[in-house]
Nanobody
Framework: QVQLVESGGGSVQAGGSLRLSCAAS????????MGWFRQAPGKEREGVAI???????TSADSVKGRFTISRDNAKNTLYLQMNSLKPEDTAMYYC????????????????WGQGTQVTVSS
């Protein structure tokens, strides 16, 4: 049974940093594409960044140069380092996994965590 558990969210002032983690279990982590997505109140869920089995990454334009996705296959853990945070980054952040899809769109990701809240104040 695939389980994804996010942690590391919190409240921070604009310009600050946070590091999100996603602990994965129940499947062969290294063979899955992993991603971070977010959903702000009243908005649709959107892709933030993905990382493939080979370590290749894709990020949304809105976070390029500020957020970095990485994975540790030995620890079955996904990370999102978020720097220079802005109020518009405020959202619930979700970790997701896919065995067959590796694009920055939600539809191909079949496994999701419960999310961790990130709040950025101005």
């Amino acid at each position: 049974q695939v389980q994804l558990v996010e942690s590391g969210g919190g409240s921070v002032q604009a310009g600050g940093s946070l590091r999100l983690s996603c602990a994965a279990s129940g499947y062969t982590y290294s063979s899955y594409c992993m991603g971070w997505f977010r959903q702000a109140p009243g908005k649709e869920r959107e892709g933030v960044a993905i990382i493939g089995r080979s370590g290749s990454t894709t990020s949304a334009d809105s976070v390029k140069g500020r957020f970095t996705i990485s994975r540790d296959n030995a620890k079955n853990t996904l990370y999102l380092q978020m720097n220079s945070l802005k109020p518009e980054d405020t959202a619930m952040y979700y970790c997701a996994a896919s065995s067959t899809w590796c694009f920055l769109r939600i539809h191909g990701f079949g496994y999701w965590g419960q999310g961790t809240q990130v709040t950025v104040s101005s």
